[in-house]
């Protein structure tokens, strides 16, 4: 399976986000009290980096226009059930963090 180390954990506390290209996507991963969590980084609404975004417990919520997202599973929370996010897997393995594989499936 291949993968892309986002970040170390020692350099990624708790509150931090970043954006990472894996895949030939730009993904926005991001280090909470409840883990770490790899969505899509651009807001479905007008494109806008969510990494960029104030972030509250568990939601996202994008710099531009406001939408709010659950950064575990990508779903809208301030938004059009549309507009779900990508979410992606992520693996801690030793020190490393990393996005593990494609895209996660949609729960039906």
């Not at 929370?77 to 996660?104: F, H, K, N, Q, T």
């Amino acid at each position: 399976m291949s993968y892309t180390v986002a970040a170390r954990l020692e350099e990624f506390p708790v509150g931090q986000s970043r954006i990472v290209e894996h895949g030939g996507k730009y993904v926005a991963v991001f280090h909470t009290e409840e883990g770490v969590f790899a969505i899509q980084n651009d807001c479905p609404h007008a494109w806008a980096p969510l990494a960029s975004g104030s972030v509250d417990d568990c939601l996202v919520t994008c710099p531009l226009h406001g939408w709010s997202f659950d950064v575990r599973d990508g779903s809208p929370v301030d938004a059009p059930p549309s507009a779900a996010l990508r979410c992606y897997r992520v693996e801690i393995i030793g020190d490393e963090v990393r996005i593990a594989g494609g895209e996660l499936e949609a729960e039906p």
